[in-house]
């Protein structure tokens, strides 16, 4: 199994601000995933972050307002831009097993909430 | 188009009650995983089991069981004896092959409030 550690756990930020949540891994992995979970709505998946190219965006999230860095095989980061109200949410990391539908192991996710 | 749906928003039962969570899934894909989670009010999501789409045989893990039937596209996860601390959100999910890679496809989930 994966261990992934994320920080900061939660933080509250004032609008316009923006907040960089970090995420390691315990092994080297390929894929990392970032989710966003707003409040009582499920995991949304914002992008793909592949070691050494760009991130993968899903629709209705766009790299200016959601930059991420995937510098080596045990880390990335996202980035948060120009935080209004409507960015607090939950936003977790994630990596998958190392075959194919394995489980996918969470981070414990950072609780965003913007004044 | 993939989807999972869990109808159900939100079920209340007493303790010792069984109770059953739907989950309907749509891929065109023929391999696939399926997985539920829960996430207890701490809010970190904990697996609970993983189901490939070539295995339709059910599982039982103590008082958990799940029903996987190919021919409706459903994977049900029932409770049985259900305890206070099983009071969460329930998330079922897929996993299909797609041009990003393989992240899980997240149904809205099922809010479990368990009192005794």
């Known amino acids: 199994s994966a261990v992934i550690s994320q920080k900061p756990s939660r933080d509250i930020c004032q609008r316009g601000t923006s907040l960089t949540i970090q995420c390691q891994v315990d092994?080297?992995?390929?894929?990392m995933f970032w989710y966003r979970q707003q409040p009582g709505q499920s995991l949304t998946l914002i992008a793909t972050a592949n070691q050494g190219s760009e991130a993968t965006y899903e629709s209705g999230f766009v790299i200016d307002k959601f930059p991420i860095s995937r510098p080596n095989l045990t880390f990335s980061t996202l980035t948060v831009s120009n935080m209004s109200p409507e960015d607090s949410s939950i936003y977790l990391c994630s990596v998958l097993g190392p075959r194919w539908g394995t489980e996918a192991f969470f981070g414990q996710g950072t609780r965003l909430t913007v004044v | 188009a993939q989807k999972v749906t869990q109808a159900q928003t939100e079920i209340s039962v007493v303790e010792k009650e069984d109770v059953t969570l739907d989950c309907v899934y749509e891929?065109?894909?023929?391999?696939?995983?399926l997985f539920w989670y829960k996430q207890p009010p701490s809010g970190e999501l904990v697996f609970l089991i993983r189901?490939?789409?070539?295995?339709?045989q059910n599982e039982i893990s103590g008082r958990y069981s799940w029903n996987f039937q190919k021919s409706t596209s459903s994977f049900n996860f029932t409770i049985t004896a259900s305890q206070v601390v099983d009071s969460a959100v329930y998330f079922c999910?897929?996993?299909?092959?797609?041009?990003?890679?393989?992240?899980?496809?997240f149904g809205k989930g099922t809010t479990l409030s368990v009192s005794s």
């Open positions: 891929t065109r894909d023929t391999t696939y995983y």
């Open positions: 189901r490939n789409s070539f295995d339709e």
């Open positions: 092994s080297q992995v390929t894929m």
């Open positions: 999910a897929l996993s299909a092959p797609n041009q990003a890679g393989t992240a899980l496809i």
